[in-house]
């Protein structure tokens, strides 16, 4: 049966689980096909009427230019004349750019020419020399009106450079200064959208690589995200959306946030004027503000892990001093109690007395308690990297009864067989250290 798009969508899922379903489009398209469609009018209408406001102030520059020169004509000679049309040339030239002062140019010859060659208010000439006036002020006035207009050109691009390379100061000296990635991601918002006529989303992953929606915050005015797009702009580190070669009909520019280690989260970008993303200046911009957030990502991350790091190195070192506080201060009691227990059992054995079995048993029980502490104090010592070596040749059998004879007790229902060969070499140990591995062992 005939299914709408998205129910299409939603059984095919169901059925093919194992398949990534992205959608290419939406029911709102056609909307959103007309939104652009308008922009794009409304962005033509602009560029109309600002061609139409300076070609019509060309004129009206070249009208007062002529009639300011009218009354010094008794005064002044007509080369002294031609200057100041000359000089209406390269003022429009400068504020206009160069289509305006060819316009001038062109008005102002056949002003000079009607208005102040005689016969006046006449395109006719009766000295043919004012043919070469005309041709070499023509020439002139082009000529001074495309270098001025070059170098107002020029001039502009070194103020937009300018103005890009102070954006870029000001954006990497505050993320330099943030501490957790919530700064990072105000800084980078607030900074883009004071430097391009932009709104920002920066979307960040989860611990399972999983881009996570932006918060919603009344009254920001930030774009609707489509978190399909940008997952996957994040998982293959490639740029999405508009002004792209892949889903171009998207209303945002999704870019992969690449850092030294690896992709750090997705920038959406949603432009006033789709035809921004269409200037490699801007777009090269955009870049440029993206690498740099996502290495500040980077270092606030590893930061973070190095501040972790150094809160599990100094819990370990509290712990191992806890370690060795606790089990040199156990000793003392211990031993005491290793002590009292031995002389009392002497004289209960002397007495003959029933609780001599129990003592005994109390006293091995210390002993193990005093092992058990001596084992927590060489572990800190080890930790911290305190422990001497008093190396020596010693007899391996007799490191192992001695070992053997401290687990007496312990051993006493349980059958061990030792196998050493009698002719083996002395070994070069610290005794008490290879005796108590043979215990723990």
């Known amino acids: 049966r005939w299914l709408q798009p998205r129910s299409c969508v939603e059984q095919l899922a169901r059925l093919a689980p194992e398949f990534d379903l992205l959608a290419l489009a939406r029911d709102e398209s056609p909307q959103r096909a007309l939104n652009a469609a308008a922009e794009i009018k409304d962005e033509t209408r602009w560029t109309q009427s600002s061609l139409a406001q300076s070609y019509g102030a060309t004129l009206l520059i070249c009208l007062g230019t002529a009639l300011a020169a009218t009354p010094l004509l008794p005064y002044f000679d007509l080369a002294n004349i031609i200057m100041l049309f000359l000089l209406a040339v390269v003022g429009v030239a400068v504020r206009y750019g160069r289509g305006p002062a060819v316009l001038a140019a062109v008005v102002n010859v056949a002003a000079f020419d009607v208005l102040f060659v005689p016969p006046r208010f006449s395109l006719v000439v009766h000295d043919w020399q004012y043919l070469l006036t005309f041709a070499v002020m023509l020439v002139v006035g082009l000529i001074v009106g495309q270098l001025t207009a070059r170098f107002h050109y020029q001039a502009q691009i070194a103020r937009a450079r300018e ?105 959406a970008v949603a432009p006033e004027r789709r035809r921004l993303l269409l200037i490699p200046e801007q777009r090269r911009l955009l870049d440029t503000f993206a690498a740099l957030i996502a290495i500040a990502l980077e270092r606030v991350h590893f930061a973070m892990v190095a501040r972790d790091t150094l809160v599990k190195m100094e819990a370990e070192r509290q712990r191992n001093s806890l370690l060795a506080a606790l089990s040199h201060d156990l000793r003392t009691p211990i031993t005491a109690l290793i002590g009292l227990a031995e002389t009392l059992a002497l004289e209960l054995t002397a007495e003959q007395s029933p609780h001599h079995e129990s003592l ?15 084992n927590l104090l060489d572990m800190a010592r080890l930790q911290v990297g305190e422990v001497r070596l008093r190396k020596d040749w010693q007899s391996l059998e007799e490191l192992v009864g001695s070992a053997t004879r401290m687990l007496e007790q312990s051993l006493g229902d349980h059958p061990l067989r030792l196998a050493l060969d009698p002719n083996l070499p002395l070994i070069h140990c610290d005794a008490v250290l290879i005796e108590r591995v043979l215990v723990n062992l």
Do not use: N
């Open 163 to 267: 103005e890009r390379t102070r954006y870029l100061y000001e954006m990497s000296r505050e993320l330099s200064g943030a501490l957790v990635a919530e700064q990072v991601i105000e800084i980078s918002e607030r900074c883009m959208e004071a430097s391009f006529p932009v709104k920002v989303q920066l979307l960040l992953p989860d611990d399972h690589d999983r881009l996570q929606a932006p918060p919603i915050r009344p009254g920001a005015g930030k774009p609707k995200v489509d978190l399909a797009i940008a997952q996957w702009c994040f998982d293959r580190h490639t740029p999405a959306g508009l002004g792209t070669d892949t889903l171009p009909a998207a209303s945002l520019l999704y870019l992969p946030l690449k850092a030294p280690m690896r992709v750090r989260g997705v920038l």
């Open 360 to 374: 005994d048993a109390i006293r091995q029980q210390a002993v193990r308690m005093a092992l058990l502490a001596d």
